[in-house]
C-alpha cells in the first residue's frame, strides 16, 4: 500500500481535564464519566475499552463537539472545546475531526459513490485549504480502495461499506480520527481490513487516531489501550503490558484480569519497597 498524501494538519492531541457529564433524564440523572483526565499525544493511536454503558462512546463524542461536558475542560491541540460556539464546533467537525459513527449506513450517502461520498465530505473544508486536499480518487488509491470509487455505497458489503467510512472520515485531512466500535458486526476478515485501514491512518498520513471497542482483541492492535469502566478511567495497556492508573483523587482501578484476584470490597495495603510500591491482599478478618 502506497503511503497517503501529506496531511495539511499533521496528528493533533487531545486533553481531557476532570472531564464529568451527567445525562438529565426525565425523573433521574445518570452520571456518564467522572472527573475523566486523559492524555492522548499527537499522532498516537488509543483503543478506548469497556463494556457497553462504561462511557466510553460518551466520551468519544464529548472528543467529537458533538456534546458539551457538564464539567470540566477539553482541549484538542491548543484549543478549548469547552469554550467554543456551536458554529465553532460544527467547523472544527468538518475541517479537523474525521468521526466514523458505530453502524456504517450512517457514515455514508448510499445512492452516491465511492467518489462521490468523498467528495461530499470534503465540502465542508473552505477556502485556501480546500484546494490542498487530495481528489477522491487519489484519497481512495492511497487507502487501498481505488477499486470502489465507482461502486454505490448502499451495494458495497458491510466490511467494504466500513473501509469507505473511514476514507470518508479522512477525507478532510483531520487531525484526530474517532472510531466508535468500527469492527462490530464484521466478520473476522473484514474486521481485519478495518483495523488495518485506521492503522494506516495513524502511521501513514500521521492521524491521532481513537478507536472505542469492547473487544480487547481489537484493542490491541492500537498503540496503547485505555479502559474505561464505571465513567472512570482505569487500567492503561502499553506494548502488551497493563498499568495501574491513580486518580487525582487517589483511587486505583484494577485492570480486568487482576479483578478475579482482588474482587470489590477486597482490603489490600499498598506497600513502598526498594523496587517501588506492591499492592497486597490483606489476610485481615472483617467483624
Known sequence: MTAGPTTIETGVGVVCDQLRHVYHLEDDEV?????????V???????????????????????AGLLRPTSGRLFLGADDMTRMTERELLDLRSQRIGV?????????LPYGSAEDNVRFAQ???RGSRRGELPEPPELLRSLGLGDLAGR?????????????AVAVAMASAPGLLLADEPTSQLDRD????VIGLLRTANTDFGTTVIVVTHDQAVGKAFGRTVTIRDGKVGAEGHDGEDYLVVGRDGSVQLPPDLLDALPPGTLARAVRTEAGVEIRRA???RG
Open 190 to 193: 473484514s474486521a481485519a481490513q
Open 152 to 164: 454505490v455505497a448502499g451495494r458495497l458489503s458491510g466490511g467494504e461499506q466500513q473501509r469507505l
Open 123 to 125: 465540502r465542508g473544508v
Open 41 to 63: 499525544r499527537g499522532g498516537e493511536s488509543v483503543a478506548l475499552l469497556g463494556p457497553s454503558g462504561s462511557g466510553k462512546s460518551t466520551l468519544l463524542m464529548l472528543m
Open 100 to 108: 466514523v459513527a458505530q453502524g456504517s449506513g450512517r457514515n455514508l
Open 31 to 39: 452520571l456518564a464519566l467522572d472527573d475523566v483526565d486523559l492524555t
Open 283 to 285: 489476610d485481615v478478618e
